[in-house]
């Protein structure tokens, strides 16, 4: 299948700060992302829908001011925590859905992102 | 997108097959049923998707009833390497791509 990474892979910051997450698809384009939130024993939560080229959908209750998603490429899709707190430790996962129309898109995961804020 | 209804854990001996069931009674005509699966602390991995037919490939088959409100995904010699959280999921099929909403999954345990 079709590769998607994510750097990095493992972030500890301080209380206050922003964090970075990018998520790529390395060997296909895809015009839409999606962000997910997993918590410990918990199922993905979805946070975003992010288009190449236009702003991100949120998803109710998930912060667009805290969380910021952009597409610029695509190939490359990117979130920022910003002001980051402990509560928003947690394991974060992009997905790319391969380009073109049709119920044969396929979506894939890229491996993660553990974030721990102290 | 339609609800699934899943087992929250099963256990399945080494080089047997593993048989998931998944409930979706409310299924919708363009909808489609996936599997993914996901190892402990890593991202998800793609399985197998289908509309009705059952569908088979190199790691899985995938059983729908011919009424399509249930399907079972069948893993012919499973490993210890399959031990993961299964989601069964249903999606709107379409030009667009819609969302995929995870439940909670089924704990597959694999053992010796």
């Known amino acids: 299948g079709a590769v998607v990474s994510q750097h990095p892979s493992r972030v500890i910051c301080k209380s206050g700060t922003s964090v970075k997450i990018e998520c790529r698809s390395l060997d296909f384009q895809a015009t839409t992302m999606f962000w997910y939130r997993q918590f410990p024993k918990q199922s993905l939560m979805l946070m975003a829908t992010s288009n190449e080229g236009s702003k991100a959908t949120y998803e109710q209750g998930v912060e667009k001011d805290k969380f910021l998603i952009n597409h610029a490429s695509l190939t490359l899709s990117t979130l920022t925590v910003t002001s980051a707190h402990p509560e928003d430790s947690s394991f974060y996962i992009c997905?790319?859905?391969?380009?073109?129309?049709?119920?044969?898109?396929?979506?894939?995961f890229g491996p993660g992102t553990r974030l721990t804020v102290l | 997108d339609a609800k699934t209804t899943q087992p929250p854990s099963m256990d399945c001996a080494e080089g047997r097959a593993a048989n998931l069931p998944c409930n979706h009674s409310t299924i919708s005509g363009n909808e489609y049923v996936y599997w993914y699966r996901q190892i402990h602390s890593q991202g998800p991995q793609y399985i197998i998707h289908?509309?009705?037919n059952n569908e088979t490939n190199e790691m899985a088959s995938l059983i729908i009833t011919e009424d399509r409100k249930s399907s079972t995904l069948i893993l012919p010699h499973a490993t210890l390497r399959d031990t993961a959280v299964y989601y069964c999921i249903v999606r709107r099929g379409g030009t667009s791509y819609g969302k995929l909403t995870f439940g909670q999954g089924t704990i597959l345990t694999v053992h010796p």
């Open positions: 289908g509309l009705k």
């Open positions: 997905s790319a859905v391969t380009s073109g129309t049709g119920p044969n898109r396929e979506q894939f």
